[in-house]
C-alpha cells in the first residue's frame, strides 16, 4: 500500500470512528492525521477529495449530487490553498539553503579576520567578538611588531549582517596591505578612510579604533574614526574615565586628518576598547547604562583581562534576553601590576 | 491539428471559457476531480496573465498520446510586452500575489512539463503538460 492508499484507509477508519461515537478521541486520531499527512507533503485539496470520495461509498443514498456537488467548490478553494503550501514548502527548502550558506561565509570570515590575541610578558589582553545574526559587522585585530610594540584595530560597520561582514573582508584586506611604516594610529586611519571612501557606497559608514601600546616605557598611543569611546581603568584611584579622542568616521571625507592621542599606562591601569554593541546592549528598561556597565568590569576586576569580557558578555547577554541587537566586541588590556 | 482547440482571451469573461475547455478536455482523457480542479487552476493563472500583461492572446489545449502515455498540453500564447526578465519571474516569491503559491512558478510546479519562452517586444509562448497517472 502507497501513503496515499494508507492515508485514505487510515481517514475512513477515523471518520467512521467519529460517526459512530463523535468521541474526542477520533477527533485527536485526525489531528495525528493530519501532522503525518503535512510531514508527507499531502496538499489539502487531497484531503477534501479523499473525504468526499469516502461519504459517497459510505452513504451512497443520504450523500446524494447535491452534496457532493457542493464539493467542488470547496475543492476549487482548497486547491488555491494547496498551490500557497506548496510555495511554501519550496520557500522552506530555500531558506534552508541559505542558512547553510550564511553559516559557510560565516565560517570563512572567522579565518578571514581571525586573529590572535597576543600573549606579551607584562601584559593581559582579553577579546571577545560575538556577532548579533551570522556574519560579524565589527572587527578587531592585533598585530604584534619588531620594536615591543602591540597594536590594536577594533571597526564596526554601520549596518549588521552580511554587507557588514563584505565591507570588514575589504578593511581587512586593506590594512594588511599597509606597508609597515605607515602603521601608526593616524597614518592608518587616513590610508583606510581613502580606500573606504573609494570603495564602498555612500550609505555604509565605518567607525574606527587604531592604538599601539609600546611596551617599552607604556604610552599608549591611538587615534580614532567616530569610534564607540573607549575606557580608562586607573588602578591608584580604582576609577574610570572615558579616553578622550575625536575623529570622523571612515569614508566621509577623502583628505580627512586624524589626530593622534597619548595616554601613560600605570601597574594595573586597563584599556577597555568595544563596539556600540556594547553600549547600546538594550533591556526592556532601554540601553543600559553606563555606570551597569563600569560595576559589571569592577565585579570581574580580580579576574584576568580574557574572563573579564566573558563574564561581561554573558550578563548583558542575559540582560538582553539572549537576544542581540547589534555585534558584540570587547577588549580590554591591562598592564600587569608587576611590570 | 484536430486534437487542439483554443479560446481567445481578450476580456476576463474569456478566461472561463479556457477554464471550461481545459476541465471538459481533463475529464475526458480521464483525470479524476483533483487533477482537473488543479489543471483549471493552472489555466486561470495563464489566461488572467495575458488578460493583465498582455491584452490578448489565447490559450490551447492539446491531448497528447505519447509511449503510451496521456496527457493534457497547456499552452499560452500572446503578442504582448513579452517578460524581461525570467529568471527573476521563475522566482518563488516574485509575483505580486507573492506568498499565494499562484503565478508562473506555483503553474510550473503543478505540471510535469514546463517550458517558458518570452521576449521584450515579441509576446510569451507557454507549454506545459501533464501526465495521466
Ligand atoms: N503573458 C505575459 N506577458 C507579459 N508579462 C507577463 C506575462 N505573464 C506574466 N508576466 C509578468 O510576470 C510577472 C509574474 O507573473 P505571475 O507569476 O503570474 O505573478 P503575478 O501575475 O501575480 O504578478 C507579472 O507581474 C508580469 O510582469
Ligand atoms: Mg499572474
Known amino acids: 500500500m502507497d501513503f496515499r492508499q494508507k492515508l485514505e484507509s487510515k481517514y475512513r477508519e477515523i471518520l467512521t470512528n467519529y460517526l459512530a461515537d463523535r468521541s474526542e478521541q477520533a477527533l485527536y486520531q485526525g489531528q495525528k492525521l493530519s501532522r503525518n499527512a503535512i510531514e508527507r507533503n499531502i496538499p489539502p485539496e487531497e484531503i ?94 592585533f598585530v604584534e611588531d619588531e620594536n615591543n610594540s602591540v597594536s590594536i584595530a577594533i571597526a564596526d560597520v554601520i549596518g549588521k549582517g552580511l554587507p557588514a561582514a563584505l565591507c570588514m573582508s575589504m578593511i581587512k584586506y586593506a590594512m594588511d596591505s599597509l606597508p609597515e611604516n605607515r602603521k601608526t594610529p593616524t597614518l592608518v586611519l587616513e590610508n583606510l578612510n581613502r580606500v573606504v571612501e573609494q570603495n564602498v557606497d555612500l550609505t555604509m559608514f565605518i ?70 554593541g556594547v553600549t547600546e546592549s538594550r533591556t526592556k528598561e532601554g540601553f543600559i547604562e553606563r555606570e551597569e556597565l563600569l560595576a559589571l568590569i569592577e565585579k570581574n576586576i580580580h579576574l584576568k583581562a580574557q574572563n573579564i569580557v566573558q563574564n561581561v558578555y554573558k550578563e548583558l547577554e542575559k540582560l538582553q534576553d539572549f537576544q ?16 | 491539428m484536430d486534437n487542439q482547440s483554443c479560446v481567445k482571451i481578450i476580456n476576463e469573461w474569456d478566461i472561463v471559457s479556457a477554464r471550461q ?92 512539463d514546463f517550458q517558458i519562452d518570452s521576449s521584450p517586444g515579441e509576446g510569451t509562448d507557454i507549454r506545459a503538460i501533464k501526465w495521466l497517472r
Not at chain 1, 223 to 245: N, V
Open chain 1, 48 to 141: 477534501v477529495s479523499i473525504h468526499r470520495n469516502i461519504m459517497a461509498e459510505m452513504f451512497p443514498e443520504k450523500f446524494n449530487d447535491k452534496m457532493q456537488e457542493s464539493f467542488d467548490i470547496l475543492l476549487e478553494v482548497m486547491v488555491a490553498y494547496g498551490f500557497a503550501y506548496r510555495e511554501h514548502q519550496n520557500l522552506k527548502h530555500i531558506q534552508q539553503e541559505l542558512r547553510t550558506e550564511m553559516e559557510i561565509a560565516a565560517n570563512v570570515q572567522k579565518t578571514l579576520l581571525g586573529t590572535e590575541v597576543p600573549c606579551k610578558k607584562g601584559m593581559d589582553i582579553g577579546a571577545i567578538s560575538v556577532p548579533a545574526k551570522h556574519m560579524n559587522g565589527d572587527y578587531f585585530n
Open chain 1, 207 to 276: 567607525t574606527m579604533f587604531y592604538g599601539t601600546y609600546h611596551i617599552d616605557d607604556h604610552i599608549f598611543s591611538y587615534a580614532s574614526a567616530g569610534h564607540e569611546p573607549g575606557l580608562f581603568y586607573h588602578a591608584e584611584t580604582q576609577t574610570f574615565s572615558e579616553l578622550p579622542a575625536k575623529g570622523l568616521l571612515l569614508g566621509i571625507e577623502k583628505n580627512t586628518k586624524y589626530r593622534k592621542y597619548e595616554k601613560e599606562v600605570m601597574p594595573g591601569d586597563m584599556i577597555i576598547l568595544m563596539s556600540d
Open chain 1, 324 to 339: 542581540l541587537r547589534d555585534d558584540f566586541t570587547l577588549i580590554i588590556l591591562r598592564r600587569n601590576v608587576l611590570s
Open chain 2, 21 to 112: 475547455l481545459g476541465r471538459n478536455v481533463a475529464k475526458e482523457l480521464g483525470f479524476g476531480t483533483v487533477d482537473q480542479a488543479r489543471i483549471t487552476t493552472a489555466i486561470s493563472e495563464l489566461a488572467r496573465n495575458i488578460f493583465l500583461y498582455a491584452g490578448q492572446g489565447q490559450i490551447c489545449i492539446e491531448k497528447l498520446y505519447e509511449n503510451g502515455k496521456t496527457g493534457l498540453r497547456l499552452l499560452s500564447i500572446d503578442s504582448g510586452p513579452g517578460i524581461k526578465d525570467l529568471r527573476q519571474v521563475m522566482e518563488d516569491g516574485y509575483s505580486t500575489s507573492g506568498g499565494l503559491g499562484a503565478g508562473l512558478p506555483g503553474v510550473k510546479r503543478l505540471m510535469d
